[in-house]
Every structure is written in structure tokens, then in C-alpha cells.
């Protein structure tokens, strides 16, 4: 059974980073898929932040792309998130996941989900 | 404002139906494939439709998606009090290169 789950502080001061990790179990993150991060801001609505291949090809939401770095480690068999100089629009509930097929489509539905990490923004 | 078009809300009594409008455009819904997510507050957004019209092995058959030109409709039948969520569609946009998420459709079910 393929399982995600988030790490990371739940509480960064703005414009510093913010820094997330996606551990996956049950499967071989270098055996394929664009794992992405998905975010939802309080009250608000979902909102794609970026995804990242095994092979570490990325595409990035471009509202963030200028702040925003996914990256990958096959051998910890997980993939990261940072989010530099963020302020309070950044504080969210953060969603690792890993979409349907195995492909080298980034634009899969999303089946597997982590439970969600909330992250606040507050000095 | 998202660049794909739900409807705030829509509400309706147990046991009837109840259609979620997701509105795009040719980059977008026209050229993609939809999916649509249900998500319970405090829980992972849970995949109900992917390829415009599939369910997931145990999504219930009271779940259909269609899509027509760069529109696509979630329909759900035989409304019960556990299907109030906020429901979301989402595609690939071949222009922005981005996945893209509607603004998200509260459920009510009266």
C-alpha cells in the first residue's frame, strides 16, 4: 500500500523558507510518476504548486515559480518542497500526492494523497 | 480567481440529484482530461472521477462525470447527508503548462 506523508515546521517567519518533505512508502519514487505539491490556504480554495518527476523534471505553478523549488532523493525514497520568502498568504494546509498513471504526463489526476501538513506564517 | 469556473454552492434535499458545473477553456478543459475531487474538511481531497468519466475502484456509481467542449459537469444521484464537501475539478492546461484547480463547489444537502 503506497502511503505519503509530510514533515516539516509547522510555523516559519515571514521571508524565510519554507521547507517541506514528502517521505513515500510502498513504492520507489525512482519507479516513475510526477509526484506533485498541492496546497489550500485557509478557507480558501486547492491550489497546485508544482510537480516533480523521478528523473527530476519539474513544472512549477507560475504565481510561485519565482519562489519555489521540488526536488527529489531517490535514495530517501522521498521529494521536497521550498517555498522562499513567504508571507501570510502562504500559510496553508501543504498536500504531497502521487497521480494515477506512471506516465510522463504531469497533468495525471492525483489518487494518493498525504493527510496534509498545516504550516503558519507568523513571527 | 481561478481560471476554471464552478459554482460557489449548490444545495439539495437527500435523495435527489445535483449537477456541478466546471467551466474552461480549448487550453484547458477542451484539450485535457477532467478530474473531480471530493474533500471533507480535515481529510485528503478524495478522487472521485479522472478522465472526464472514470471512477476509481469504490467510488459508487451515484458519481458520474461528463464533459462537453470546455465544460464539464460532476453529477451526483441519490443524494445522502454524507456527501456534503467541497468539490473541485481540475485538468492540465497545455498553454500555462500547470495543472489547474476550480475555485471549488460547496455541497449542501438540505
Known sequence: ?123 | QSVLTQPPSVSAAPGQKVTISCSGSSSNIGNNYVFWYQHLPGTAPKLLIYDNNKRPSGIPDRFSGSKSGTSATLGITGLQTGDEADYYCGTWDSSLSAVLFGGGTKLTVL
Open chain 1, 1 to 123: 500500500q503506497v502511503q505519503l506523508q509530510e514533515s516539516g515546521p509547522g510555523l516559519v517567519k515571514p521571508s524565510e523558507t519554507l521547507s517541506l518533505t514528502c517521505v513515500v512508502s510502498g513504492y520507489s519514487i525512482s519507479g516513475g510518476y510526477y509526484w506533485g505539491w498541492i496546497r489550500q490556504p485557509p478557507g480558501k480554495g486547492l491550489e497546485w504548486i508544482g510537480s516533480i518527476y523521478h528523473t527530476g523534471s519539474t513544472y512549477y505553478n507560475s504565481s510561485l515559480k519565482s519562489r519555489v523549488t521540488i526536488s527529489v532523493d531517490t535514495s530517501k525514497n522521498q521529494f521536497s518542497l521550498k517555498l522562499s520568502s513567504v508571507t501570510a498568504a502562504d500559510t496553508a494546509v501543504y498536500y504531497c500526492a502521487r497521480p494515477q498513471y506512471d506516465s510522463s504526463d504531469p497533468g495525471d489526476a492525483f489518487d494518493i494523497w498525504g493527510q496534509g501538513t498545516l504550516v503558519t506564517v507568523s513571527s
